[in-house]
């Protein structure tokens, strides 16, 4: 198995533009996790889904942030419109589900808004 | 919810000496408790798991121990090698309840 796919892998934007990152699951796995990773706030839950249902969004910073997973095999988180303050680095996770189990995180992708 | 916490946020020791790194959490009802290596520009990575049945748990040069009676957990790495430098991640979190609560972090530098 590829692991966890995400993509882009880099990505710089201008403030106020429309942001989208990508995720593919191992396949088989049915829970998916976003993060969000910076130096003063380290390694943040944003979001996670099973079976492509969002369980728990108490994370995402406010309504700048969406995610969606319209089948079991991709993921997307978005951000418009994009702000300085969302300069992270960005993972997706995946798991099985039903017991808490390994969460196997992509490559991750680095999001720099100017 | 659950909050972990994670001390030290920074160690350094020389190649050949031990590092442990430990862990507090507060929700009891937490039973599984992983550790994630994170390499520079890389996602995190288990390294290893322990869930509340045992008290320990052994994988060649890495540990972990449970005292779930004092709700904390602790990392230990002997023989460390360079290759060791990285950023290790707590996390406790109890079955079916689907995500898991990260410490900060801590970066370790084994040095030649």
């Known amino acids: 198995d590829a692991g966890v796919i995400q993509s882009p892998r880099h990505e710089v934007t201008e403030m106020g533009q429309e942001v989208t990152l990508r995720c593919k699951p191992i396949?088989?796995?049915?829970?998916l996790f976003w993060y969000r990773q910076t130096m003063m706030r380290g390694l943040e839950l944003l979001i996670y889904f099973n079976n492509n249902v969002p369980i728990d969004d108490s994370g995402m910073p406010e309504d700048r942030f969406s995610a969606k997973m319209p089948n079991a095999s991709f993921s997307t988180l978005k951000i418009q419109p994009s702000e300085p303050r969302d300069s992270a680095v960005y993972f997706c996770?995946?798991?099985?589900?039903?017991?808490?189990?390994?969460?196997?995180f992509g490559p991750g992708t680095r999001l720099t808004v100017l | 919810g659950e909050n972990v916490e994670q001390h030290p946020s920074t160690l350094s020791v020389q190649e050949g000496d031990s590092a442990v790194i430990k862990c507090t959490y507060s929700d009891s009802a937490s039973n599984y408790f992983p550790w994630y290596k994170q390499e520079l520009g890389k996602g995190p990575q288990l390294i290893i798991d322990i869930r509340s049945n045992v008290g320990e748990k052994k994988d060649q040069r890495i540990a972990v121990t449970l005292n779930k009676t004092a709700k904390h957990f602790s990392l230990h790495i002997t023989e460390t090698q360079p290759e060791d430098s990285a950023v290790y991640f707590c996390a406790a979190s109890w079955t079916n309840a689907g995500k898991s609560t990260f410490g900060d972090g801590t970066t370790l530098t084994v040095k030649p």
């Open positions: 396949s088989g796995h049915n829970s």
């Open positions: 996770a995946s798991t099985l589900g039903g017991r808490v189990n390994e969460q196997f």
